[in-house]
């Protein structure tokens, strides 16, 4: 179970939509890339991007709804930030860039933080400079939302949640992509869910 404000997503229950090895052939199947330099090294999906631009790469088909994107990732050192993901999204084909979209991401935000945005007008932004992030370390991300509400777990540990008063239409924009921002990053083990989740009661027991 992962718990967020008033709800309790069960992964048992949740579906799974995508699940299949990092490999050089799942990765022509499977993978678009719209920038940087991304491929297969020994079983992670390996991004490269030394500009101060998302260099991206998404999964080609489409994933509606409530969802979440649970997979590993690390950065490849001497890089030190940025490892980030994107769903409920799309690609701008005529500006060439990610269009609507949900980001979260590990030691982003120029300054090392935890964050969540919404792209691309990016009037919603939550971020923190609390984790202890350690480049070159492997961590389990889990991001995704619920009807606009909005998480990331690290190694099973909620790091930050925000609610969008205006979500995102999950069932028009269904694009999921990862993101090497000026950063070299790997990524494994990618697992996308359609979210099986319910409502909980929130109450403070008295302490005096």
């Given amino acids: 179970m992962l718990r967020l404000m008033k709800k309790e997503i069960d992964l048992e ?6 699940d299949a090895p990092i490999s050089k052939e799942n990765f022509s199947r499977h993978w678009r890339v719209y920038g940087g330099q991304w491929n297969v090294e020994e079983g992670w999906l390996t991004g490269r991007n030394p500009e101060n631009c ?9 994933y509606p709804g409530n969802v979440l994107v649970d997979f590993e990732a ?17 690609w701008d084909e005529a500006r060439n860039e990610r269009g609507v979209a949900y980001v979260a991401g590990l030691q982003g935000w120029w300054e090392g933080k935890v964050g969540i945005e919404k792209s691309p007008e990016y009037k919603l932004n939550a971020g923190t400079p609390l984790f202890d992030f350690q480049p070159g370390r492997i961590y ?3 991001a995704g939302s619920i009807q606009g509400h909005c998480f990331i777990f690290v190694d099973g540990r909620l790091a930050l949640e925000v609610t969008d008063p205006d979500p995102i239409d999950s069932q028009r924009f269904t694009k999921i992509g990862f993101e090497a921002y000026c950063s070299h990053i790997q990524i494994r083990n990618v697992q996308v869910r359609s979210l099986a989740w319910h409502k909980i009661e929130m109450t403070y027991a008295p302490e005096f």
């Fill in 13 to 18: 229950r949740s579906k799974i939509l995508y």
């Fill in 54 to 62: 998302p260099g991206m790469v998404f999964l080609q088909g489409d």
């Fill in 74 to 90: 690390r950065t490849v050192l001497p890089s030190s930030h940025d490892i980030n993901v994107m769903w409920n999204g799309c």
């Fill in 140 to 142: 389990r991300i889990q």
